[in-house]
Every structure is written in structure tokens, then in C-alpha cells.
């Protein structure tokens, strides 16, 4: 069975930083893109950043350019996500998750296949 276990979310002060990570179970993925998205309450899920399959590109959201990085680890089936400089507005539940298809790289979150449960990003003012 597949699972993709998010950890590192907290609460943090504005301007903080946090490493999420997401370590895959069950499987391994290492031909796969893997994305990170994120949902605030009352608002639908969006992309957050993605890494190709070896790493060689990476895609982020217009809102988290130069106060994220996205990087993987494929020995370890784990991907990370650094959050720099955080805002209030980057409260959310973060989610991983693994690419439908090998090779491909998308922003879409119904291009991913497997989720994992989420992690609790939370920034005070």
C-alpha cells in the first residue's frame, strides 16, 4: 500500500522558516515529478511547487518564488520543501503528492495520483 507521510509543519512567527518533508511508503517513485500543494480554510487547493522526476527543473507558485525550494532525495523516496520568510498568508494545510505519469511534469492537482494526509503550516503575525 502507498503512503506518503508528510512531516516539519508547526507554528512559526512571520518571517520564520520550516522544512517540510514527505517520505513515500510502498512504492518507489523515483521516475515520478512530485509536487507540494497547499489549502487555507475556505479556499480550494493550490499548487505550491514541483520537482521533475531527477530534479534537474522546478516550478513555483508566483506567491512562494525565492522563499521556497522544492528538492528530493530519490535514495530516500523523500522529497522537501523549504519555506523562507514566511507570511501569515502562507497558513495552510501543505500536501504532497506523486505525478500520474512518469516523466511528466504539470502544476494541476488532478495530474497527481497519491496524496498524503497534510501538515499544519501555521504563521502568526
Known sequence: ????????????????????????????????AWGWFRQAPGKEREFVAVISWNGDRTIYADSVKGRFTISRDNSKNTIYLRVNSLKPEDTAVYYCAVHHRPLALSTRPPDYDFWGQGTQVTVSA
Open 1 to 32: 500500500q502507498v503512503q506518503l507521510d508528510e512531516s516539519g509543519g508547526g507554528l512559526v512567527q512571520a518571517g520564520g522558516s520550516l522544512r517540510l518533508s514527505c517520505a513515500a511508503s510502498g512504492r518507489t517513485f523515483t521516475s515520478y
